[in-house]
């Protein structure tokens, strides 16, 4: 599974439940209440 990232966009490759797996991990990193605009400045 790839995920891309760029300054503007978030873009997740893979199997539906690869992508599951990888949201799930963000949520528990970042929180429910974080938004993606946070989570892209924190990847960079």
Known sequence: MNSY???QSLH???QARQV???LK???R???PDA?????LAGRK
């Open 35 to 39: 938004k993606l605009i946070d989570l």
């Open 12 to 14: 997740v490759v893979g």
């Open 29 to 31: 990193e970042w929180g």
């Open 5 to 7: 990232m760029t300054p």
């Open 20 to 22: 599951q797996l990888i």
């Open 25 to 27: 991990q963000w949520l």
